[in-house]
């Protein structure tokens, strides 16, 4: 079993929809969670870091932890275009971060 | 400012070439990071650095060496490369090496001929 599970996609949605984007995860050791998004040939960019379970929101964007399930989400509200991108969920453990493989989306106008 | 920068943004090189690619960044960070990242993978970590000292070296090749000047840059010296590290190589840097969030530069495409 991998460490961090994360569907590769693509995902396709119409512009205003809501995204979910999910990781699982097997080390129960993992206390701090991220999310990154990365554009085509571009560096990622965090978008979100928690380290509890429960919701964290930023703008558009909700992170979501459930360390009882081992579950991690991202949700992404009134959808854009320029979301479009590549997504990776990240899992940190002592000075190394564990990514999952990265979920596409592609957001329709 | 949560800028990491990368120079140079594209490098083409020969496998007998010498090279190397450079990293800044002005956060007060003190732990570093090289990633490679190949198409549609995640970034694969190389070296860590915590407080200018190398703490990780992930099993990476000779070909790369790593170098910390200072606890603001980090260079990666390539030689003798093969076609098959062309990819993205990525810095980080992260306020400390424990369990911190990792700010990612632009990164650097290396294509080795």
């Known amino acids: 079993q991998k460490e961090v599970e994360q569907d590769p996609g693509p995902l396709s949605v119409p512009e205003g929809a809501i995204v979910s984007l999910n990781c699982t995860y097997s080390?129960?050791?993992?206390?701090?969670f991220m999310w990154y998004r990365q554009y085509s040939r571009k560096g990622p960019e965090l978008l979100m870091y928690?380290?509890?379970?429960g919701n964290k929101e930023d703008g558009r964007f909700t992170a979501q932890v459930d360390k009882s399930s081992k579950y991690i989400s991202l949700f992404i509200r009134d959808s854009q275009p320029s979301d479009s991108a590549t997504y990776l969920c990240?899992?940190?453990?002592?000075?190394?971060?564990?990514f999952g493989k990265g979920t596409m989306l592609l957001v329709s106008p | 400012d949560t800028e990491v920068t990368q120079t140079p943004k594209h490098l083409v090189m020969g496998m007998t070439n010498k090279k190397s690619l450079k990293c800044e960044q002005h956060?007060?960070?003190?732990?570093m990071y090289w990633y490679k990242q190949k198409a549609k993978k995640p970034p694969e970590l190389m070296f860590v650095?915590?407080?200018?000292?190398?703490?990780i070296n992930e099993s990476v090749p000779s070909r790369f060496s790593p170098e910390c000047p200072n606890s603001s840059l980090l260079n990666l010296h390539l030689h003798a490369l093969q076609p098959e590290d062309s990819a993205l190589y990525l810095c980080a840097s992260s306020q400390a090496a424990i369990y911190n969030e990792q700010f990612f530069g632009p990164g650097t495409r290396l294509t080795v001929l």
């Open positions: 990240a899992i940190a453990g002592y000075s190394t971060l564990t």
């Open positions: 956060m007060g960070h003190r732990a």
């Open positions: 650095y915590s407080y200018e000292k190398l703490s």
């Open positions: 928690t380290y509890s379970s």
């Open positions: 080390n129960s050791a993992f206390q701090y």
